[in-house]
Each structure stands twice: as C-alpha cells, then as structure tokens.
C-alpha cells in the first residue's frame, strides 16, 4: 500500500518553522543489518531521540493512532516533538520504506538537511540466509518470545539456494537505491557495517553521535540491550554452502558491484 494512503504529501507543503530547529537523521538500514539492535543502544543514549520505522507501512496505522496526523508534514513533526532528545529526531527506514518519498523528490522537505546513517553488512549471503530464516519462521527478533508455531517453521525450514539468491537481489536493491539517493543529492552521510559494528558498540556509537554532533558521555554497554543475535551454526552452514554452489553468481551479480562498502576495520 502506498504511503499517500496513509499521510498526503502531493498537495501538502511544510508549514513555518517545520521542525521547529530539531535535526533529522535517518538510518538507512536494509534488512537484518543489526539496525534494532544499534537504535536500541543510540536510544539509550539519550543524545539523539528514538528512532523507529514511523514511515513502515505495516507498523504506520499503529503509530498513526498514537500521533494522529493528515500530511507527511505534520506527521513528520509531531514525532519530532515527542521523539526528539538534544534537538536530534531519528528515523530508522529502508529503502522501500521510502522510496516514495525519494521519487516525488521531496526528501529535502519532509527531512531538511538530514543526515544520512547507512547501516550494511559486509556479508550479504549471511544476512540473506538471516533473511530466509526470519520471514519464512515470522520470528525476526530477540525482544519478543516466539511461539510454538513459529519456532516449529523454523526448525522445519530447509536449506533453498533460490530464495537465498532472491533475498540477496532484495538486499542489494535497496543498498543500491540508497547509494544512488547519496550520490545524486550530495546528503552528507557515513556508512556503518554490521560486522565492524558488532563488538565495537561503543565505538560505533560515539562515531555515530560524533556524525551528528552530538556528545556522547555514557555509552551503554552491550548487556544493557534487549536485543540479542538469532542467528546460529545453520545459518553459517547455509551460507558457506551457498558461497560453495554459487561463487561465480555471487561475484558477477552482486559483489563486484559493491564498491561502495568500506574496508574492513582494523
């Protein structure tokens, strides 16, 4: 369903003061790169607001009867209002989440002078199997106790090269509309990788705050998130096979295409 369904930002224009001096960020996340679990230790920060996936068009009805609004405009500023901490708002988004957004070219106005957070994960066979394994059980993540229903779809689950190779393409899809939507606007931005992130959280988080100008005093240890990894020896089995099976693909199709990634971190 298509975000104009929910909020009208065709006729709607921001009004004076629009976000009244806040500063926008976004994360720019693809799926299973870890972004709950890093959002859940900015948020405890208390340094740069609460971002949520407020433009998820499953999760958006349910955030509408929490801050009711008609236009993107007045949407976009009551979060900021109520979300906000030391003048920073935060949205967490894929690329599909706003893809609307980037092509009626209006991101400049819905988030003026955003700053722009991209979280990916070097290992993309990895995260696809991640992938695989969350929407095909339901259970995606640690913060909430999965039922028996949806712990059997996962123990029941099989390895399937195709739907791997189709959330890869997901995946990269919406990595590359993000590095097109930098590359064309000039947003100022820092790319952040799962696999350098994780064990370095503090470091990671202070980089991030120190991107948005923002002190960070107290970085909350690791042990304080509610959120921990799913991910198993099945889902490295299922990834060194796929990598076995398909390395030609992968490197034609996909990697060689990633330029954009940065080294790995020493």
């Not at 003061?17 to 948020?43: E, Q």
């Not at 503090?202 to 042990?223: G, K, M």
Request: hydrophobic share 40%; proline share 6%; glycine share 4%.
């Amino acid at each position: 369903m298509s975000l104009s369904a929910f909020l009208d930002y065709v006729e709607a224009v921001p009004p004076q003061d629009y976000l009244n001096g806040i500063t926008p960020f976004i994360l720019a996340m693809t799926p299973r790169s870890g972004s709950s679990y890093l959002c859940d230790l900015l948020v405890r920060t208390k340094q740069v607001g609460n971002p949520g996936e407020y433009l998820n068009r499953f999760l958006l009805p349910g955030v509408l009867q929490t801050y009711p609004a008609q236009d993107m405009y007045s949407y976009i500023a009551c979060l900021a209002k109520h979300q906000a901490d030391k003048g920073v708002f935060g949205i967490k988004a894929t690329y599909l989440h706003i893809k609307e957004l980037i092509e009626a070219n209006i991101m400049q106005h819905v988030f003026p002078k955003a700053k722009i957070v991209l979280l990916f994960r070097r290992n993309v066979v990895l995260q696809a199997v991640s992938l695989y394994r969350a929407r095909e059980s339901g259970i995606f993540h640690t913060n909430e106790s999965p039922n028996h229903e949806s712990l059997h779809r996962l123990n029941a689950l099989s390895y399937n090269p195709d739907r791997i190779m189709e959330n890869i393409l997901h995946i990269t899809h919406q990595e590359e509309g993000w590095m097109t939507f930098i590359q064309t606007t000039d947003a100022p931005h820092r790319i952040c990788i799962y696999e350098d992130f994780v064990g370095q959280e503090a470091r990671t988080v202070h980089q991030i705050c120190a991107f948005l100008d923002r002190d960070c005093p107290n970085v909350p240890r690791p042990s304080q998130s509610c959120f921990r990894k799913i991910g198993n020896s099945i889902n490295t089995r299922w990834a060194d096979r796929f990598i076995t099976e398909y390395h030609e693909w992968l490197y034609e199709i996909v990697l060689q295409k990633r330029t954009y990634l940065p080294a790995a971190a020493k």
